[in-house]
């Protein structure tokens, strides 16, 4: 009787609440700060807006209407268990009566940030720069992204060049929240 379906699941849901928080490193923050020269897909402009997903994880921006360089400034938050999956972004123009156009999409990788984090800060000037992540084939990067100890926090700030599209470029910033409770990065 112990071994009845209904009671069994209940156990499990409780326990992969528990053993989320055990996988879990923390919070990354990604401030979406804005878009540069984005493709125009309405008659002259666009309606953009921007997807985050990270595993099953799916977040997105509000859209800013009529503008191919919008400004968000909104940060998004997506939970760490697995710092090699790599954060997939894809810029959207909003359409009211079809289907929203895709313009273009990036990927990164978080492995040197999530290193960067690991390390001791204590006594260090806030703006050093603790490592720079260089353009290639593998990332998405438009330029030098530097990972960076700014009051008390490990930031890094990347350009992304929007692939599949004719232009288009995304800044975003990436900060750091660490959670009671959570494995952590040690």
């Given at each position: 009787?112990?071994d009845?379906?209904?009671?069994?699941?209940?156990?499990g849901?409780?326990?992969?609440a528990?053993?989320?928080?055990?996988?879990?490193?923390?919070?990354l923050?990604?401030r979406?700060k804005?878009?540069?020269n984005?493709?125009?897909?309405?008659?002259?402009?666009s309606?953009p807006?921007?997807?985050?997903?990270?595993?099953?994880?799916k977040l997105?921006?509000?859209v800013i209407?009529k503008d191919?360089?919008?400004?968000?400034?909104?940060?998004?938050?997506?939970?760490?268990t697995?710092?090699?999956?790599?954060?997939?972004?894809?810029?959207?123009?909003?359409?009211t009566f079809?289907?929203?156009?895709?313009?273009?999409?990036?990927?990164?990788?978080i492995?040197?940030?999530?290193?960067?984090?690991?390390m001791?800060y204590?006594g260090?000037?806030?703006?050093?720069?603790i490592?720079?992540?260089?353009?290639?084939?593998?990332n998405c990067?438009?330029e030098?992204?530097?990972?960076?100890?700014?009051?008390?926090k490990?930031v890094?700030?990347?350009?992304?060049?929007?692939?599949?599209v004719?232009?288009?470029?995304?800044?975003?910033?990436?900060?750091?929240?660490?959670?009671?409770g959570?494995?952590?990065?040690s």
């Amino acid at each position: 009787m112990a071994d009845s379906p209904g009671g069994g699941k209940h156990q499990g849901g409780s326990k992969s609440a528990a053993s989320l928080m055990e996988n879990l490193l923390g919070l990354l923050r990604i401030r979406v700060k804005r878009g540069v020269n984005l493709a125009v897909r309405d008659v002259r402009s666009s309606d953009p807006y921007i997807v985050i997903k990270m595993g099953k994880q799916k977040l997105k921006t509000r859209v800013i209407k009529k503008d191919v360089n919008p400004e968000w400034n909104e940060d998004l938050t997506l939970s760490v268990t697995d710092p090699s999956i790599p954060v997939k972004l894809t810029v959207y123009d909003h359409d009211t009566f079809s289907k929203d156009d895709k313009m273009g999409d990036a990927e990164f990788g978080i492995v040197p940030y999530i290193e960067a984090l690991k390390m001791d800060y204590e006594g260090i000037p806030s703006g050093t720069i603790i490592t720079r992540v260089q353009p290639c084939r593998q990332n998405c990067l438009s330029e030098e992204s530097s990972i960076r100890w700014s009051e008390g926090k490990v930031v890094q700030d990347l350009c992304l060049r929007l692939r599949n599209v004719e232009c288009g470029e995304v800044e975003i910033q990436l900060q750091w929240i660490d959670l009671p409770g959570s494995k952590g990065l040690s």
